[in-house]
Nanobody
Framework: QVQLVESGGGSVQAGGSLRLSCAAS????????MAWFRQAPGKEREGLASINSFGGTTYADSVKGRFTISQDGGKNTMYLQLNSLTPNDTAMYYC????????????????????WGQGTQVTVSS
């Protein structure tokens, strides 16, 4: 089993920044994929950024150049740096993991992942 706990959400004004963290515990295989998703009320869950055990990353076009995914293997922690935030970025942000490698095409699809955190709220005001 893998447990994921997100933190770092909050309320910011447009143009501001936040850094989200996802702390992972439990058994994670040497080959894995992890990702950040978000879901706003009435909208589908959107894959934002993903990273695998080789350090390969993918980004959604909506956040490319503004958000940066990274990981600290020694701390079993994944991060998402959010810059140039807009009100459209307001949502619940979730981290997800799967203990196997996944192809780039699958890295930002919700069905790829079987471990999810509880989410952290990000609210951006204009």
């Amino acid at each position: 089993q893998v447990q994921l706990v997100e933190s770092g959400g909050g309320s910011v004004q447009a143009g501001g920044s936040l850094r989200l963290s996802c702390a992972a515990s439990g058994y994670i295989s040497s080959g894995y994929c992890m990702a950040w998703f978000r879901q706003a009320p009435g909208k589908e869950r959107e894959g934002l950024a993903s990273i695998n055990s080789f350090g390969g990353t993918t980004y959604a076009d909506s956040v490319k150049g503004r958000f940066t995914i990274s990981q600290d293997g020694g701390k079993n922690t994944m991060y998402l740096q959010l810059n140039s935030l807009t009100p459209n970025d307001t949502a619940m942000y979730y981290c997800a993991a799967v203990s196997r490698l996944c192809g780039f095409a699958a890295m930002r699809k919700p069905g790829t992942y079987n471990y999810w955190g509880q989410g952290t709220q990000v609210t951006v005001s204009s």
